[in-house]
């Protein structure tokens, strides 16, 4: 319990959810590996039964080569024999090609699917956990660990699976033929394969950390570009470049650690093949010759041996490439699995379908003795009581580490209450979802984000299908007119990245046409005066006043001139609510405007 605050329903299930930590979380193994080609498996199996049957004819035509060679040697017809041998050679190679194309298609369609999954997870994360991940590093797992997958995916485990099975009867068919010479190949290549499995074993380790080390470069690059004017401005672009290539050298070194490993797998299962099959040349040579073995068993006992190395070695170089995406899927796994924000927030229990309609002549938004920490035994709030009626403009004022931010956070569903209640238009917000609470509100955040695209895009963004009507009025509110008209394409002009071709308060004017647009019951303004000067001050105090005419304000605010224009004000201190009046009744305990900037 902290300091009173009792845990809520929202917070015992936000802390279960934490769960262990990435280093902590459960291990995958190949078993994982075939449950992500679930929906896909039809397709594989046709390309693997396409790959078997291509099997089975690679596996014949050792017989036929023996069958061609006893028939001419012994003076019988043999050209149908040749004929044949031909056939199912150029079956074979039609047959693998399908196959092989099946399952690279099948491939990306898993990775597609496996990038749609994380994109949708990734946008429905609860906010605390976009804290614990960088940016860069969450890009990385989407891209470059789905892309390492791919071949994992589809083509491996089914080359896996052909490899054996071709082995399996390429070494039926060498005991069939000579059952001793056999078991020399056995013997060398099995002596030589045991020692190579050995280093299969440091592949995963090794890719992970490369992975992590480029996730890790991607967040510092990304942080960087981020910032590019004061980079420059700092003159920090060599401590940058160094910085980002100590991270690039990491994902070399972990990479070059598999890379060592990988590239003695080939080689050794060539030797292996290459040994054996010189032995089989001199010990079934000297076979033939004492007359203990035919020539035609020779031949076809070397084809066997030529035929299942490459599957062999195949098999070797798949099992360092499943380790490579096991690796790829332990962090993609450890992404996809996090609990949504509809998975960890609480659903309301409810008798009727529909949520109940608001409360007559209730307040736009009641605290109700509140508490929250983001960490035990450390409040933010502490039981803050006040209440905003419907189509008023109430300011939120009080120094940097107040509270005013959490309460922000609280109403949009951010976070859950720990004690204490909110009230929506009359309703505890736990007894409706989280979808419904945002429906009523809007946000302008200080930072007054403003994305890549056009103007239209951007104001549009809550209300894709919005009429020109429902636009221009919302272009009016914000005083966004003369910006409109002096673009070359008006709302159709690209507003660069970030809106780096709008100014800081043409930037917070955009956001706030976006967040009037739906026409929000409650709005809420994180500092809107933040980026503005005098005359744009001016401006925006006409567009709140119009504003309050049609929903509810809250505003976090700063400046005095602000300040001034709410008709009540929430005086925050420590998580506490220390007073709450007009400006004239709570003016001598602001302790002017210094001590509210934060």
């Given at each position: 319990?902290?300091?009173?605050?009792?845990?809520?329903?929202?917070?015992?299930?936000?802390?279960?959810?934490?769960?262990?930590?990435?280093?902590?979380?459960?291990?995958?193994?190949?078993?994982?590996?075939?449950?992500?080609?679930?929906?896909?498996?039809?397709?594989?199996?046709g390309a693997m039964a396409l790959s078997?049957?291509?099997?089975?004819?690679?596996?014949?035509?050792?017989?036929?080569?023996?069958?061609?060679?006893?028939?001419?040697?012994?003076?019988?017809?043999?050209?149908?024999a040749l004929v044949l041998l031909g056939a199912v050679f150029v079956a074979e190679a039609v047959i693998t090609a399908l196959g092989h194309y099946l399952l690279e298609r099948t491939g990306e369609r898993i990775v597609l699917g496996l990038r749609q999954?994380?994109?949708?997870?990734?946008?429905?994360?609860?906010?605390?956990r976009y804290q614990q991940h960088r940016l860069g590093d969450l890009l990385t797992r989407t891209t470059s660990d789905t892309t390492l997958l791919r071949d994992s995916l589809a083509y491996d485990l089914v080359e896996a699976g052909v490899g054996v099975f071709v082995v399996i009867g390429g070494v039926a068919m060498m005991i069939w033929l000579d059952a001793m010479m056999f078991?020399?190949?056995?013997?060398?290549?099995?002596?030589?394969?045991?020692?190579?499995?050995?280093?299969?074993?440091?592949?995963?380790?090794?890719?992970?950390?490369?992975?992590?080390?480029?996730?890790?470069?991607?967040?510092?690059?990304?942080?960087?570009?981020?910032?590019?004017?004061?980079?420059?401005?700092?003159?920090?672009?060599?401590?940058?470049?160094?910085?980002?290539?100590?991270?690039?050298?990491?994902?070399?070194?972990?990479?070059?650690?598999?890379?060592k490993r990988n590239a003695v797998i080939n080689p050794a299962m060539t030797l292996a093949t290459h040994g054996a099959m010189i032995t089989v040349l001199v010990v079934g040579g000297l076979r033939v010759a004492s007359g203990a073995a035919s020539l035609a068993d020779l031949v076809g006992f070397l084809l066997y041996v030529t035929y299942i190395a490459s599957p062999l070695a195949n098999m070797f170089d798949v099992f360092a490439t499943l380790q490579r995406g096991l690796a790829a899927l332990q962090r993609v796994n450890d992404v996809a699995e996090v609990p949504t924000e509809d998975e960890v927030s609480p659903q309301p229990v409810r008798t009727q379908p529909h949520a109940p309609e608001p409360v007559p002549d209730a307040p736009a938004i009641e605290f109700r003795e509140v508490g929250f920490a983001y960490e035990p035994d450390r409040p933010v709030l502490r039981d803050v009581s006040f209440t905003v009626p419907r189509l008023t403009h109430v300011a939120l004022v009080g120094p940097s580490g107040a509270g005013k931010s959490t309460v922000f956070s609280l109403i949009a569903r951010f976070f859950e209450p720990q004690?204490?209640?909110?009230?929506?238009?009359?309703?505890?917000?736990?007894?409706?979802?989280?979808?419904?609470?945002?429906?009523?509100?809007?946000?302008?955040?200080?930072?007054?984000?403003?994305?890549?695209?056009?103007?239209?895009?951007?104001?549009?963004?809550?209300?894709?299908?919005?009429?020109?009507?429902?636009i221009e009025r919302a272009v009016a509110l914000a005083s966004l007119e003369s910006l409109v008209d002096r673009l070359p394409?008006?709302?159709?002009?690209?507003?660069?990245?970030?809106?780096?071709?709008?100014?800081?308060?043409?930037?917070?004017?955009?956001?706030?046409?976006?967040?009037?647009?739906?026409?929000?019951?409650?709005?809420?303004?994180?500092?809107?005066?933040?980026?503005?000067?005098?005359?744009?001050?001016?401006?925006?105090?006409?567009?709140?006043?119009?504003?309050?005419?049609?929903?509810t304000l809250l505003v976090i605010a700063h400046r005095p001139s602000t300040i001034r224009a709410a008709d009540r004000i929430v005086l925050l201190d420590h998580g506490r609510v220390e007073a709450i009046g007009e400006y004239d009744e709570v003016a001598h305990l602001l302790g002017g405007s210094r001590d509210l900037v934060g």
């Amino acid at each position: 319990m902290l300091n009173g605050i009792r845990p809520s329903r929202a917070a015992e299930r936000d802390e279960e959810d934490d769960g262990p930590e990435e280093d902590d979380a459960r291990r995958v193994d190949w078993r994982d590996l075939i449950r992500v080609t679930r929906g896909h498996r039809p397709m594989i199996a046709g390309a693997m039964a396409l790959s078997l049957l291509g099997g089975l004819m690679g596996l014949a035509q050792p017989l036929l080569a023996t069958r061609t060679i006893e028939d001419f040697a012994n003076h019988r017809p043999y050209v149908l024999a040749l004929v044949l041998l031909g056939a199912v050679f150029v079956a074979e190679a039609v047959i693998t090609a399908l196959g092989h194309y099946l399952l690279e298609r099948t491939g990306e369609r898993i990775v597609l699917g496996l990038r749609q999954r994380i994109v949708d997870r990734l946008l429905r994360w609860p906010l605390r956990r976009y804290q614990q991940h960088r940016l860069g590093d969450l890009l990385t797992r989407t891209t470059s660990d789905t892309t390492l997958l791919r071949d994992s995916l589809a083509y491996d485990l089914v080359e896996a699976g052909v490899g054996v099975f071709v082995v399996i009867g390429g070494v039926a068919m060498m005991i069939w033929l000579d059952a001793m010479m056999f078991l020399i190949v056995a013997v060398i290549v099995g002596a030589i394969g045991g020692l190579t499995t050995l280093l299969l074993a440091g592949i995963r380790r090794s890719v992970e950390d490369a992975q992590d080390s480029l996730g890790a470069m991607s967040s510092e690059l990304e942080r960087a570009l981020s910032a590019i004017r004061t980079v420059r401005v700092m003159r920090a672009e060599d401590r940058e470049r160094d910085r980002i290539g100590q991270l690039a050298v990491q994902s070399y070194d972990n990479s070059i650690q598999a890379v060592k490993r990988n590239a003695v797998i080939n080689p050794a299962m060539t030797l292996a093949t290459h040994g054996a099959m010189i032995t089989v040349l001199v010990v079934g040579g000297l076979r033939v010759a004492s007359g203990a073995a035919s020539l035609a068993d020779l031949v076809g006992f070397l084809l066997y041996v030529t035929y299942i190395a490459s599957p062999l070695a195949n098999m070797f170089d798949v099992f360092a490439t499943l380790q490579r995406g096991l690796a790829a899927l332990q962090r993609v796994n450890d992404v996809a699995e996090v609990p949504t924000e509809d998975e960890v927030s609480p659903q309301p229990v409810r008798t009727q379908p529909h949520a109940p309609e608001p409360v007559p002549d209730a307040p736009a938004i009641e605290f109700r003795e509140v508490g929250f920490a983001y960490e035990p035994d450390r409040p933010v709030l502490r039981d803050v009581s006040f209440t905003v009626p419907r189509l008023t403009h109430v300011a939120l004022v009080g120094p940097s580490g107040a509270g005013k931010s959490t309460v922000f956070s609280l109403i949009a569903r951010f976070f859950e209450p720990q004690s204490g209640h909110i009230l929506l238009g009359g309703r505890d917000v736990l007894d409706l979802t989280v979808r419904e609470c945002r429906e009523a509100i809007s946000l302008v955040e200080q930072s007054a984000p403003v994305m890549h695209g056009t103007l239209r895009e951007n104001v549009v963004y809550a209300k894709p299908d919005a009429s020109d009507a429902e636009i221009e009025r919302a272009v009016a509110l914000a005083s966004l007119e003369s910006l409109v008209d002096r673009l070359p394409e008006g709302l159709d002009t690209l507003v660069g990245e970030h809106g780096s071709t709008l100014s800081g308060g043409e930037q917070q004017r955009v956001a706030i046409a976006r967040a009037l647009l739906p026409r929000p019951q409650l709005l809420l303004l994180d500092e809107p005066t933040s980026h503005l000067d005098a005359a744009n001050e001016a401006v925006l105090a006409r567009t709140i006043e119009d504003i309050s005419t049609e929903c509810t304000l809250l505003v976090i605010a700063h400046r005095p001139s602000t300040i001034r224009a709410a008709d009540r004000i929430v005086l925050l201190d420590h998580g506490r609510v220390e007073a709450i009046g007009e400006y004239d009744e709570v003016a001598h305990l602001l302790g002017g405007s210094r001590d509210l900037v934060g």
